[in-house]
């Protein structure tokens, strides 16, 4: 009653949050709540926010030791008789006063330093009396540069195909294996459904190289159907909507095959509006495998032209550098659909799972 009537009257439903006991008393049970629900939110959404923050740090910025949490980067300044820019530190000399000296180079445990006010004067410092002058720097080229230079639109192009074709595909060939399963009544019915379930015990890898033969025979190799068409029907799409429809009355079904109704005018005018949050939670299943599938299109795909965001992104990893910066950048990148669509269907979810008995 008292969450019913907060609702009501417009205030947050999780407005009991903030209730106390009677006499506005905190129990030990109201803090370990409190402490477990911040714990999970830190173990949750900190990497994310983790990531998020780094995806904007140069690549100095990432290397820093201890690292910060807000994309700061060290100053650099222009000094007369010098290439390049160097690095701005706060020196503690040894009379006490800090001066603002740039790093030439550092040897061991010395560094040697030069005033850029007077470029003639040089002197050596222990490392550990200088501290490096930051400022907050945004390197939004982590994300201009891969999206113009490395091709990186293609790759998000092609992980859109793959992923939007082969969701309608899964859905389409899910929907009417569990409309079989479902709705007929035949022999050998329940042992069908055991050996598609069954077939959640093998693993990827012992299939790998069959489904590859299979599709270099089909000459489908560096296409992008050869990432869409192997993995269009799961076992665990067919369980989720079989399961789903058998909960539709089947008073319904014979009522419209009284009435002269196609099994196909019945199978997508009546059967498929009613398992909607059933779909629901297949697509956003669909979308998640396919978005991130990584080792399946690193098998079949071998030209840059065809690449998905996951194989672009093992571009950036050389032999003995890794651009972590552009990885970081096209990583969130590569999380923005997927949160996208959890948004949007993310109340199906509980509907969808909880009328068809997945776990």
């Known amino acids: 009653m008292t969450m019913a009537s907060t609702s009501s009257s417009g205030r947050p439903v999780l407005g009991f949050l903030t209730r106390r006991r009677e006499g506005g008393q905190w129990h030990w049970t109201d803090v370990f709540t409190y402490v477990y629900l911040v714990l999970g939110v830190l173990l949750m959404f900190g990497p994310v926010v983790w ?11 990432l ?24 690095p701005l ?6 009379d006490g006063t800090v001066k603002e000296l740039a790093q030439i180079r ?12 007077n470029p003639g004067e040089r002197v050596s410092v222990p490392i550990n009396t200088r501290e490096p002058i930051r400022e907050m720097r945004v390197a939004t080229e982590n994300y201009i540069d891969p999206l113009e230079t490395f091709n990186f639109l293609r790759y998000l192009q092609n992980s859109v195909i793959v992923t939007v074709v082969a969701t309608v595909i899964t859905l389409l060939i899910n929907s009417m294996a569990a409309y079989g399963l479902a709705i007929y009544d035949f022999k050998g019915r329940n042992a069908i459904m055991l050996f598609v379930i069954g077939t959640l015990m093998i693993p990827v890898t012992i299939v790998l190289v069959p489904t590859y033969l299979v599709v270099t025979q089909l000459g489908m190799v560096n296409t992008l159907w050869a990432v869409i068409l192997p993995g269009a029907a799961t076992p665990t799409g067919v369980f989720l909507l079989r399961q789903y429809m058998l909960t539709i009355p089947k008073d319904l079904i014979e009522a419209a095959r009284m009435d002269k109704a196609s099994e196909w005018t019945i199978y ?20 998640m495998w396919r978005w991130n599938d990584f080792l399946w299109p690193l098998v079949v795909l071998t030209r840059n032209e065809v690449y ?15 651009q972590w910066h552009y990885v970081l950048a096209m990583t969130v990148v590569t999380l923005i659909p997927v949160v996208l669509v959890f948004a949007f269907l993310q109340r199906f979810i509980t509907t969808g799972i909880a009328s068809s008995g997945m776990k």
């Open 89 to 94: 530190f706060a020196v503690t000399m040894e």
């Open 308 to 322: 998905t965001l996951q194989i672009g992104l093992n571009a950036f990893q050389g032999e003995l550098d890794v």
């Open 63 to 86: 290397l820093e030791f201890p690292p910060t949490l807000l994309p700061l980067g060290q100053i650099e300044v222009q000094v007369e008789g010098y290439d390049d820019p160097l």
């Open 268 to 287: 997508w005018r009546i059967v498929l509006p009613l398992s909607l949050p059933a779909i629901a939670v297949l697509a956003i299943f669909s979308v």
């Open 51 to 61: 990531l998020v923050l780094s995806s904007f740090k140069t690549p100095a910025g």
């Open 106 to 117: 550092r040897i061991g445990i010395m560094a040697q330093m030069v005033d850029p006010e």
